[in-house]
């Protein structure tokens, strides 16, 4: 389970600080690109432009999944508390992006990668048995 939390924490932790400075990039730049979702999506959210998302996607998203990975990394016992947070985190991006953009494959890729975390982190701590009990 621990190596599967590294991979799955360290893949998120990339992958939205690349999508977090791409959109950062994108607005700072004025230009168009593929990755950069029409602004159009943003009619009706608190947002201009998608500066402020692509930081929030960095630090909110990509910061909490940092961090967990190097608490899964070094075995902190906080480590599953770090998880947790940032598995959460994934969930309320994936929540609210959805208020404003119509339903991709990328968004329903980082539900399951939430609940993964999630999942994951109580079969680590035992909450939820791995096998169910024996009868009798």
């Known amino acids: 389970m621990r190596v599967t939390l590294l991979v799955v924490t360290a893949f998120t932790a990339l992958t939205a600080a690349a999508g ?3 959109l950062m990039w994108g607005s700072l730049s004025g230009g168009s690109s593929p990755i950069i979702p029409p602004g159009e999506y943003l009619q009706g959210s ?3 432009g998608y500066l402020v998302p692509g ?3 960095l ?3 990509a910061g909490t999944h940092a961090v967990a990975f190097l608490a899964c990394l070094r075995r902190r ?3 599953p508390l770090a998880v ?3 598995g959460y985190a994934c969930l309320v991006w994936i929540f ?3 208020v404003f953009i119509p339903f991709s ?3 329903a890729l980082y539900f399951g990668i939430g609940c993964l975390e999630l999942g994951l982190t109580l079969l680590a701590l035992r909450v939820w048995p791995s096998a169910p009990p024996a009868s009798r």
């Open 20 to 22: 977090g400075g791409a």
């Open 96 to 98: 609210v992006q959805m």
């Open 46 to 48: 608190p947002f201009t």
């Open 77 to 79: 016992r906080w480590a």
């Open 84 to 86: 947790v947070v940032a």
């Open 59 to 61: 630090v909110g998203i």
């Open 105 to 107: 494959a990328l968004q």
């Open 55 to 57: 930081i929030l996607l």
